[in-house]
């Protein structure tokens, strides 16, 4: 640990925020998580909203910059403390992890986050899970895992022979994914997928922070 | 002009290409269009996934490396060109760049494009436009304009006084939607926006990009 402590603001369970707090274990830096009550609204509050004007979570605060948005977050995070993984100082490599994270960002998430907010979200809230949507994001999700596994054929990360911020963006999501059914049916067959997958959840910060992510987000614990 | 031109892969019109050729003229870039035909499939052929696993446009080939996916081409041409407008070397600047080109990307984009396809592509495609698509997505993209008011009110740009790539970022798209009858309307009560809006869209390398995107994707021309 060195430095002051960021304050990261937000619920450690959510997949958004613990991207976030994955980065902090990663480089090892002091933080604080101040929580913010989601059935109270008060990422709509002023309070908040003057951290981050789209009023959600998580938002950052390190010294006198306030940061919003999982993905600069985590951006920043590494810059300031292993700037390595970013591919900082390296222009091919770079542009390489930029593709890899805009990847993440564009096609494997919006499906990925689909599937699990029908079949762990909706469930929590009472609501029937809707298979169509499920099945449709099953889909896509499938064909970008066979990209990727070809990609893991050529190099032993997404971004090259070196762990990125465009592999661990993956893990959060990925933690939630793979409790579904659709995660070890998806993964099945793509034998390299789930060796990156395998070591990715086996990295000591990730196992930490698996543990602020129960399968339930924490609503049987609220409930007792 | 200066090394070896870059090779882009995609259709001129597409706001995703243009985004890319964007940033060439904004740096003085050479660079060498290579069409990539859709209406054929090109984009899903073996020479064009080589490029782009994912089978999509844009590509780039910038000596032996080749990239893809818009925005990480956009920062690559800039890092290497004018890294400035990516606020390299300044922590700070650097943070929020990244924090309102995520905007860019997650809050305006989706909006704006899906307003964008039904009010410019459905009809061209002779599709009604789907009016319930429209309004839910009019109501969420002056929701982050807003946003966009207030901060310029304090900064000049969205990353600072300084132009970026998050604002440039804005430009290919805005073209197309400021062209729908819902432009005007929403820009028009927030004189910021309109004001950061044509000064964009009065940079040289914008209004050079302009005369390849025409307002019928270049529909009508085929047809002559």
């Known amino acids: 640990m060195e430095g002051a402590?960021?304050?990261?603001?937000?619920?450690?369970?959510?997949?958004?925020?613990?991207?976030?707090l994955?980065?902090?274990?990663?480089?090892?830096?002091?933080?604080?998580?101040?929580?913010?009550?989601?059935?109270?609204c008060e990422e709509k509050a002023p309070a908040h909203l003057a951290r981050n004007p789209l009023g959600k979570i998580p938002a950052l605060e390190d010294g006198d910059l306030t940061l919003f948005e999982s993905r600069p977050i985590a951006r920043h995070v590494l810059r300031k403390h292993k700037p390595e993984l970013l591919g900082i100082g390296n222009?091919?490599?770079?542009?390489?992890?930029?593709?890899?994270?805009?990847?993440?960002?564009?096609?494997?998430?919006?499906?990925?986050?689909?599937?699990?907010?029908?079949?762990?979200?909706?469930?929590?809230?009472?609501?029937?899970c809707d298979q169509a949507v499920v099945d449709e994001n099953v889909s896509k999700l499938r064909a970008v895992l066979e990209v990727y596994e070809a990609r893991l054929g050529r190099h032993r990360y997404l971004a090259g022979n070196?762990?990125?911020?465009?592999?661990?963006?993956?893990?959060?999501?990925?933690?939630?994914?793979?409790?579904?059914?659709?995660?070890?049916?998806?993964?099945?067959?793509?034998?390299?997928?789930?060796?990156?997958?395998?070591?990715?959840?086996a990295r000591p910060a990730a196992r930490k922070v698996a543990t602020f992510m129960p399968l339930d987000f924490g609503v049987d614990k609220k409930k007792e």
């Not at 830096?29 to 929580?35: D, G, Q, R």
């Not at 990125?164 to 793979?178: G, K, V």
């Open 5 to 20: 402590a960021v304050k990261v603001y937000g619920v450690a369970s959510s997949p958004f925020v613990a991207t976030v």
């Open 22 to 40: 994955l980065c902090l274990e990663e480089v090892g830096a002091a933080y604080e998580v101040i929580p913010v009550d989601l059935a109270a």
């Open 91 to 128: 222009m091919e490599r770079s542009a390489t992890v930029d593709v890899w994270l805009e990847v993440e960002a564009h096609q494997f998430h919006p499906s990925a986050i689909a599937i699990v907010r029908e079949c762990i979200g909706a469930p929590l809230r009472g609501r029937a």
């Open 162 to 201: 070196n762990v990125s911020i465009a592999d661990l963006n993956h893990f959060t999501l990925m933690h939630y994914f793979m409790s579904t059914e659709y995660g070890p049916a998806l993964l099945g067959p793509l034998p390299r997928v789930k060796a990156w997958w395998e070591e990715l959840a």
